[in-house]
């Protein structure tokens, strides 16, 4: 329990950079410091711009099957509809990533899903250690001043040394 | 009032209930209102959280949701964190708790 002995720790990595993968690293940390426990994520390889000040997270429909296409406006039935757009098409077509990303970020505010932005915001907030990898910043070409405040870098170790004592440990 | 043990249920603090408790079917008054009426996973619980920050132990937040999750949500952060729901109701599919913050 919490009140007794040492706070419950969880330690993240994240390592996809695309809208939908940013959410589950942002949900699990905020939530769980808002439940009392000591987290750190650990952003390498794709995960690694979720910490940029500039945040770009696109969603790729192409190549992923199970995402539903759907509306975020008209009636419910038209909402409901799953749109059979095939990745020959998907793949193809400019500008689609940008228009899919447009959709999804239009869906989530309509069922009242927290922005990226946000739900960092409130990492921060609450003294998540948001770790950036070194060597993917170094691979990438980033610079310090291209993250967040909050940001601390380090590497492998820097992460293992902490999720070595973790109760919870997650690679998404 | 009679106490269960009950091993889900928060730890019991040293300190005993403050004199002058509420009659058993009286609604606490709140200390804070918080309204998270058309907000998603996991909005209610960080803004719960947030709110229990501003308010002294003892006090009490008043949480309203329409998220259905945030039933059993409420429930696992009161469990993990130790501040006691004293009350919750549900209704016109709003979902309403009474929160005191407890250390």
Redesign the interface.
Known sequence: MSDNGSPKRMALIASQGTLDWAYPPFILASTGAALDMEVAVFFTFYGLPLLMKDLKAKVAPHANPAMPMKMPFGPKGFQKFAWPIPNAISGVVPGFESFATSMMKKTFASKGVATIEELREACVESDVRLIGCQMTMDVFGFEQEDFIEGTELGGAATFLEFAADADITLFI | MTETVDTRS??Q?ATSEPAGEPAPNASPAPDLELDCR??????P??K??KAIGTIEIGQIVKMIST?PGSVPDVA??SR???HEVVEQSEGGGEYSFLIRRT?
């Open positions: 928060a730890p603090t058309g907000m998603n996973c996991p909005l619980i960080l719960t959280k998220d696992a952060f993990r964190t130790g250390k």
